[in-house]
């Protein structure tokens, strides 16, 4: 059994567990709740002390959240959820990435005031992680296709997920296609809802 440790708030590890769901793989993988791993030993096997972080049955240790994101759907056979021909893989690796940068500027914001005092905070820092949430967010609507389900969607709803509840970022005014996109995601990807972080 590979193990993940579980954090319920984190995107990047969102994007594991609805990839998990949806290529049928909960028999393979167990997500250890915070409970069972409290000192954080689980994080602290990967060097940059962050998760998704996953220990494999010999041991060895998987991280980050593409790499996790490339095991699964070649447990799950090959091409599932990252296609293998070349103009739909490079579509859906690159709004994967788009997406994964939106969550890591968040992410940084959040820990402007998380780990620094309130005088130390940098209102110039902020607005540019701030541009990259709000460019990312406008280029992510010119990148939407039909193709089935893969990387790119799901990083795609978990970056506007987390936006949503950590920075209420009103950014449905501006990408009204993108709206929609999303409220469908939800409805054909049942995990989305099921793994939604509260406020
Ligand atoms: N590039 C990584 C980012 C993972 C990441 O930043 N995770 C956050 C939680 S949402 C974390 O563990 N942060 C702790 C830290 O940065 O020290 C991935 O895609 O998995």
Known sequence: MILIR??????????????????????????????????????????????????LEDGSIVFD?????????????????????????????????????????????????????PHQASQRWLDHQRKKVDQGIAFAQTLLDDAPLHVGHIALACALGFVDVRLTRDWRAANPKLVTWLDDFARRVPSYEATRPEK
């Open 6 to 55: 579980l954090s319920v708030t984190s995107p990047f590890v969102r994007k594991v567990r609805i990839a998990v769901d949806h290529l049928g793989l909960a028999n393979r993988i167990r997500f250890v709740p915070q409970e069972e791993d409290a000192h954080d030993v689980m994080r602290a096997k990967n060097p940059l002390n962050k998760v998704p972080t996953a220990i």
């Open 65 to 117: 959240s593409p790499v996790l994101l490339e095991m699964v759907d070649i447990m799950a056979g090959g091409g599932r959820i990252i296609p293998s021909d070349f103009d739909p893989r490079m579509k859906a690796l690159t709004l994967q990435a788009l997406a994964d940068g939106i969550l890591e500027a968040a992410v940084l914001i959040g820990y402007e005031s998380r780990y620094r005092e």
